[in-house]
């Protein structure tokens, strides 16, 4: 079965530009889940969504957003970039939604952005 | 307001010898408990969660951690690493129950296995 799969692997981007991430999950899956990981920071929950509905999220401004399709694949979208959004962009898939404790998450290897 | 601390920013250790990696949370409400780990240019994989029932979960490759719902913790212990294990290792709470669900998730602690 395959994996969950993130593209672009690597992206760069200029401040003020808006950028889109795709997350394909793992073929069953209904659920999938947005993390920012940065240095300082840590991995911070973005948002999730499960059957094209966002069912919970995190606190991040509205430049942040996403939405999922029929096909459970996820885009994440952020708007007016800044500096400070650099930083590896997890997706993670589950069978069921975050609170459902026995679906585990099944990470992508991440998109990596960089601004300008 | 909910968090997970791992008071380890980095843990360097020799092969063979055991380690423990701490995570401490904070939570008011009902929490689901992880151990993800990191290898370099890779996404996150599940180690072990804790649930519900018995208070000491195992993974596949020896390592092991105890739910303390007293001390609020969930330390991660190996009893003999190897090199292999040398990766970045989150642990994470899953807070539900209330207004909204998250999952939260630590600092990271690196563990450097050295021969």
């Known amino acids: 079965k395959a994996g969950v799969t993130q593209t672009p692997r690597y992206l760069i981007k200029t401040r003020g530009q808006q950028v889109t991430l795709s997350c394909s999950p793992i073929s069953g899956h209904r659920s999938v889940s947005w993390y920012q990981q940065t240095p300082g920071q840590g991995l911070q929950f973005l948002f999730e969504?499960?059957?094209?509905?966002?069912?919970n999220k995190g606190n991040f401004p509205g430049r942040f957003s996403g939405r999922q399709f029929s096909n459970s694949r996820s885009e994440m979208n952020v708007s007016t970039l800044e500096l400070g959004d650099s930083a590896l962009y997890l997706c993670?898939?589950?069978?069921?939604?975050?609170?459902?404790?026995?679906?585990?998450?099944?990470f992508g290897n991440g998109t990596r952005l960089t601004v300008t | 307001a909910q968090s997970v601390t791992q008071l380890d920013s980095q843990v360097p250790v020799f092969e063979e010898a055991p380690v423990e990696l701490r995570c401490n949370y904070s939570?008011?409400?009902?929490?689901?408990l992880f151990w993800y780990v990191q290898y370099p240019n890779q996404g996150l994989q599940l180690l072990l969660k804790?649930?519900?029932?018995?208070?000491l979960v195992e993974s596949i490759n020896g390592f092991e951690a105890e739910f303390n719902k007293s001390q609020t913790s969930f330390h991660l212990r190996k009893p003999s690493v190897h090199i292999s294990d040398t990766a970045e290792y989150f642990c994470?709470?899953?807070?539900?129950?209330?207004?909204?669900?998250?999952?939260?998730f630590g600092t990271g602690t690196l563990l450097a296995v050295q021969p």
């Open positions: 993670a898939s589950s069978l069921g939604v975050m609170g459902q404790g026995s679906s585990p998450l099944h």
């Open positions: 969504y499960f059957s094209e509905t966002q069912r």
């Open positions: 994470a709470v899953t807070v539900y129950g209330g207004a909204t669900n998250k999952l939260i």
């Open positions: 939570s008011s409400v009902s929490v689901y």
């Open positions: 804790y649930l519900s029932g018995s208070t």
